[in-house]
């Protein structure tokens, strides 16, 4: 008999999927939880951020392109902590259904 996802989910370590949704960044958690839902939307967010950053520093120069380059790092951080917090509180949440 096959487990549910939220078996899934209930079994997988909690530190792991924070620490890959940290380090690699862009939702590598969602991948050890398979979870791909939230995988495809990070996924989705990462690229959006990407080339919104793309096309708007098209042409900046010297400082504005350093102050751009910190704004685009600043946004992958961003994205990175809120994949973590979301992949820690949802191995929380499906233990506690159990």
């Known amino acids: 008999m096959a487990p549910t996802k ?3 989910l209930a079994a997988s370590a909690g ?4 620490t890959l949704n940290v380090v690699p960044g862009l939702g590598a958690g969602y991948l ?3 979870r ?3 995988y495809w939307i990070t996924s989705a ?4 951020w990407f080339v919104l950053g793309a096309v708007l520093g098209q042409g900046a120069e ?5 102050q751009n380059q910190l ?3 600043v946004g992958f951080i961003a994205l990175a902590a809120g994949t973590a917090v979301e ?11 159990k």
């Not at 010297?62 to 350093?66: C, E, T």
């Not at 992949?87 to 259904?97: C, F, I, Q, T, W």
């Open 6 to 8: 939220r078996e899934i």
């Open 87 to 97: 992949a820690g509180l949802a191995v929380k949440k499906s233990r506690e259904e």
């Open 36 to 38: 791909w839902k939230a």
């Open 32 to 34: 050890y939880q398979r």
């Open 71 to 73: 704004v685009g790092l």
């Open 15 to 18: 530190w792991v999927a924070v």
């Open 62 to 66: 010297g400082a504005q392109d350093i």
């Open 45 to 48: 967010l990462a690229t959006t």
